[in-house]
């Protein structure tokens, strides 16, 4: 369960930021600690964050009973959940809100699966670029590539 939202959170933050398109914990808390909160998104990847807001929040409606079994799930599905709103249009503060949902949630779904919270420098990652192009080729990319993960693609509900 935390692995599946995890990994959603992998995805949307390689459309989003770039980098390894499996990045280990390290890069990816630094990828989300690098988000400018003035940034762009691109609709897909607008769509994509929606989703996984969604996926957390079925999560919580259908599992709650397990998710609490596992300290501090809870918290990270209630931050993402959060994402859900990007769907109200486009906010000049949508970039931002997303980075502080995606920092808070990630730190937590990292440590609840047993990785390294450490974050590197999002500088040093290797391939970021969170340009809305960059964005648009990746989204491509990933259809391409082969079958999403269960509740990342498609429209949020």
């Known amino acids: 369960m935390a692995w599946s939202i995890l990994h959603s959170v992998e995805r949307a933050v390689w459309i989003w930021q770039g980098g390894s398109r499996r990045p280990e914990s390290d890069e990816l808390l630094g990828l989300v600690a690098g988000i400018d909160p003035n940034g762009d998104l691109a609709d897909g ?26 300290p501090g799930l809870e918290e990270a599905l209630n931050e993402l959940t959060g994402l859900y709103s990007l769907t109200d249009g486009r906010s000049s503060m949508e970039s931002s809100m997303a980075a502080e949902i995606l920092g808070a949630a990630t730190e937590v779904l990292v440590r609840v699966t047993g990785g390294s919270t450490a974050p590197i420098p999002a500088g040093l990652v290797r391939g970021r670029d969170p340009d809305h192009g960059a964005q648009e080729r990746r989204m491509k990319d990933a259809r391409i590539s082969g079958p999403p993960l269960a509740g990342e693609w498609g429209s949020a509900p």
């Open 45 to 70: 990847t607008r769509t994509l964050l929606v989703n996984v807001g969604s996926h957390a929040r079925e999560v919580l409606n259908r599992e709650r009973k397990a998710v609490r079994t596992l």
